[in-house]
């Protein structure tokens, strides 16, 4: 792989690490069918799923409240309608883990490799219930590095699955 492809392979996995949509069940994924191997792949784009934390709850304790007040005028309502079943949704998935294990079912939460159960639900969800950062961070972090290495052995059980069936696959 040259440079210039490497470089681009790197891109765009951390792109689709950090999105909300695909975080690392596409970052992972996305680098290792570009021949990244998973030991570069995993630690790469767990790191940058990681930062979404910060970057929400950054997002939550700043912008949020500018974005609030300007949804007062009717062409930004739509903001507090989205924002608002976001909170729901993130609140129903979240709270019966919370409240019956704490900082650890945010961590749990955001090891499950499914869609809206990653670093960005998890942060929000952690916010809405009052968690502090340093715990969300802990959570996050934990349950990242618990969902890239459940993503990357699927991976690689699969792709050695293959093997059995297809020669030289």
């Not at 570069?40 to 910060?54: H, K, M």
């Not at 959570?139 to 020669?167: N, P, R, Y």
Request: net charge positive; charged share 15%; aromatic share 14%.
């Amino acid at each position: 792989m040259d440079t210039v492809n490497i470089s681009l392979v790197f891109f765009w996995t951390g792109l689709l690490s950090f999105l909300p949509v695909s975080e690392l069940r596409g970052g992972i994924p996305f680098a290792m069918a570009q021949g990244l191997p998973w030991y570069i792949a995993y630690p790469f784009a767990a790191g940058i799923n990681i930062l979404a934390a910060p970057a929400c709850w950054l997002f939550l304790s700043t912008l949020h409240g500018f974005f609030l007040k300007l949804s007062e005028k009717p062409r930004f309502s739509w903001y507090r309608r989205l924002f608002d079943r976001l909170i729901e949704r993130a609140r129903e998935k979240l709270r019966p883990g919370v409240e019956k294990w704490g900082w650890l079912g945010v961590a749990v939460f955001v090891a499950i490799p499914l869609p809206l159960t990653g670093a960005w639900t998890g942060t929000l969800g952690a916010w809405i219930l009052g968690l502090g950062r340093g715990k969300t961070l802990l959570a996050v972090t934990l349950g990242v590095l618990i969902a890239g290495a459940i993503v990357s052995s699927v991976l690689l059980l699969g792709i050695e699955a293959l093997h059995i069936f297809v020669k030289g696959a």
